[in-house]
């Protein structure tokens, strides 16, 4: 069982009750440890960071005093954090692919950014339709020169 990551977990639930309390720092916190745990892309890090008081007319008209709009967001971070802990315990930790493994990656360091090298380890990761990964791929490698695509394909195949 991952040890260290459920601590870590516990102790931004922890957090949570810390006076005082500032929602976006915790988020940052949060999404930094939950990104290294599961992944940048993991659903768990897109909960975090939808996690806003909601101060519209309706939503204040509504409250009926028990819980402010911020209680409502350690709410749903203490929800998030304890249904992670539930995940690593039952599971252990996620099993992390490699980018870097890719042949066709490393051959395309040398002539696209990290960004992009981010984007296309991403994209072929994802459980996109084959037509579509195609059609961001096009559009993620549509800057580069002929002659680097040539020499990224070389090195594609020299390995």
Do not use: Y
Not at 28 to 50: P, Y
Not at 105 to 118: C, D, H, N, P
Not at 130 to 159: H, R, W
């Amino acid at each position: 069982m991952p040890l260290k990551e459920v601590d870590l977990l516990h102790d931004l639930i922890t957090r949570l009750d810390h006076k005082p309390f500032d929602l976006q720092s915790w988020k940052t916190n949060t999404m930094m440890a939950l990104g290294r745990i599961f992944g940048e892309t993991s659903r768990k890090v897109e909960l975090i960071r939808a996690i806003q008081p909601d101060f519209s007319s309706w939503s204040l008209r509504d409250a009926t005093g028990r819980m402010t709009q911020m209680d409502v967001c350690r709410k749903m971070g203490k929800e998030v954090l304890e249904a992670c802990i539930s995940e690593l315990e039952m599971f252990g930790l996620p099993e992390k692919s490699d980018p870097s493994a890719n042949p066709a990656l490393v051959a395309l360091e040398e002539f696209i950014t990290v960004k992009q090298s981010r984007e296309l380890a991403e994209l072929i990761a994802s459980d996109l339709p084959a037509e579509e990964k195609s059609v961001k791929m096009t559009e993620i490698l549509n800057g580069l020169e002929q002659e680097e695509l040539l020499a990224a394909v070389v090195k594609i195949l020299g390995k």
